[in-house]
């Protein structure tokens, strides 16, 4: 960890509704925490190296809170089915594929190279049930130098033969190994328990991984509410829960507050939702997977107006691509097809509101993360949009949204720094 200076064009938000542009300015890094931007150097930070980024965009580091690892080899494939087919045609085959060792040796390097040349820097993954494979996974997403979650997926019910563990206890067994395994190995990369959802996890198995979340004080990972054939599959097999989330409530999974990211929530009724929002669970909005799939479009709007924990999240392979300004664009588009042909009382998103969710919405599951404020940790991502050319000025706010709109962390990203060191440069 080195402290030094990016001088920049820099954008980060303050809150949902605020953000903030400074034009030719510094945001200053020591021990691994911002402490501020600033028009000039100031004195006492008069010795730093500068890192001269000028003209450049310098902006929070990206957060995607739901993405599967072993999917990326097939994102962009299947798209014209529903969820539960797509599942069984497409997820759970190759998923199985990871048993084998050398295959998820291949498949990971990619994914992991992808990763460290994107703009996110905060991740919740899951991988398979695989534990080895996971293990692999995890080693390879700490020598990228992002920050990770990676969870072991636990499934010992209506699932292929090759992807089922053989009983309930076995899979809290090899989830709990895991978690004893990986908890100090890493400095960026942690364990998250993750029953890959309650279709596919016994009653049993989600009572033994609530014991583990308590025992371990161990975040959790999982999927809610994300298709109306699913919400109804659940409500068979949970009879006694008054919704969907009270079924994971039930068996512990919406523990401690701010540990639990739920990815979807398209169909949540107010119940679920009054539940979610005292249990302070963190939704992981997916916009491009929620399209793709079919499931529908979540209403956003009525989340960030109730002011609950909510960031963006990419889903691959139900999404297809990893990239979070992808995300943000998709649910800037969904949030205006929802209000035109759905509720018109619930308004679209802005980009600010979009550029909140991906960064400092979704950083904070990490703690303070995602914003150049004062004590956060520094976590920035460098775009050269002079790459994206234009005949006439523009205001750095119309800079940051045409960045976002025209793929500009594909195109122009030329530096990620995460927790004050720089993990990738595309001049190295």
Known sequence: MSDFIIKGDICYTADKNTLI????????????????VYDTIPERYATLPVHDRGGMLVMPGMADLHIHAPQYA??????????????????????????????????YTIFAEAVKKSATTRLAVFGTLHREATVLLMDKLEATGVVSYV?????????????????????????????????????????????????SCSDELMKSLGELSKKYDARVQSHLSENPSEVEWVRELCPLAENYGAA??????????????????VYSDDREIALMKNRGVYIAHCPASNMNVASGVAPVRKYLDMDMRIGLGSDVAGGHSESVFTAMVDALQSSRLYWRLVDSSLKPLSVTEVFYMATKGGGSFFGKVGSFEEGYEFDAVVIDDSLLPHPQP???????????YLGGDIKALRAKYCRGREVFSSES
């Open 151 to 199: 969870g072991k997926v636990n499934m010992d019910r209506n699932s292929p033969d090759d992807l089922r563990e053989e009983s309930a206890a076995a899979s809290a067994e090899d989830t709990e190994r895991f978690i004893l395994e990986t908890r100090d190995k890493y400095k960026n990369t942690y364990p998250i328990i993750t029953p890959r959802f309650i279709p």
């Open 248 to 265: 994971y409530d039930g068996f512990g999974m919406f523990g401690s507050q701010g540990k639990t990211i739920m990815a979807h929530c």
């Open 394 to 404: 523009l205001s750095l706010s119309e800079r940051l949204e045409r960045a976002i």
């Open 74 to 107: 097939y994102r962009g494939l299947g798209m014209d089915m529903e969820l539960l087919d797509w599942l069984n045609a497409y997820a759970f085959p190759e998923e199985a594929k990871y048993a084998d060792m050398s295959y998820a040796d291949r498949a």
């Open 21 to 36: 542009t400074r034009p030719d300015s510094y945001v200053v890094c020591k021990d691994g925490l911002s402490v501020g």
